[in-house]
Structure formats: C-alpha cells, structure tokens
C-alpha cells in the first residue's frame, strides 16, 4: 500500500497550488482521507480531512476558507487546493489514508493508519 504526494514547490504568497495524493495498493474509496503538514522546527499538524464518501470535511482553523479538499475515489486520489498562500504555509505536506476514522477523531494523527512521504510547499515573502 503506497500513498504518493505531489504538487509541492516554491510559490510567492498570495499564490495557489493543488497537491496531489494518489494511492495504490489497494481501493481507497471506503476510507477517509487527510492532509497534515510539519513546518521546519515544528511538530507535525492537521490540515484538512475529508470523509469516506466526501460529503464531510474538516480543516484547521489557519487554513479554513483558503483550502479545499478534495476526493476522486475512480482515481484513488485526494487533492488539497491551497489558495492566498502565506509564509507561514511553508511545510512538508503529508497525505494519510484510514478507514472508519470518527468525526472526532479525523483531526488527530492516530486515526490514520497510511501516510504519504510528504511533498514540500515553500511560499515566498
């Protein structure tokens, strides 16, 4: 089972990018799906998540009304689309994958069970 992110790079702020989170492996339409990011020096933290049938979503209240998420479960894929990106939005962004994960859980890293190997996001002042 492998999750592989994409779409990273160095954008100037006020700029957009849309990462990439395909899977293989297995199908991922029965599972909930999430993006986490860790910025240098820094633990890692919740971004955004997505339900099994992408009718639900959270996001972290830094990034809400900026990014959406998204799912294609024909593809496998889940897209983060980051918009009026910011300094402070420079982090390695990690996709995860977990099924049955509870609303009140879908924040948290240990409901995900498999993680991507992370693309880097790097917004210029």
């Known amino acids: 089972v492998q999750l592989q992110a994409s779409g990273g790079g160095l954008v100037q702020a006020g700029g957009s990018l849309r990462l990439s989170c395909a899977a293989s492996?297995?199908?991922?339409?029965?599972?909930?799906r999430a993006w986490f990011r860790q910025a240098p020096g820094k633990e890692r933290e919740f971004v955004a998540a997505i339900s099994t049938g992408g009718g639900s979503t959270s996001f972290a209240d830094s990034v809400k009304c900026r990014f959406a998420i998204s799912k294609d479960n024909a593809k496998n894929a889940v897209y983060l689309q980051m918009n009026s990106l910011q300094p402070e939005d420079t982090a390695v962004y990690y996709c995860?994958?977990?099924?049955?994960?509870?609303?009140?859980?879908?924040?948290?890293?240990?409901?995900?069970?498999?993680w991507g190997q992370g693309t880097l996001v790097t917004v210029s002042s």
């Open positions: 995860a994958a977990a099924r049955g994960v509870i609303t009140s859980e879908r924040k948290r890293e240990r409901a995900y069970m498999y």
């Open positions: 492996g297995r199908t991922f339409s029965s599972y909930a």
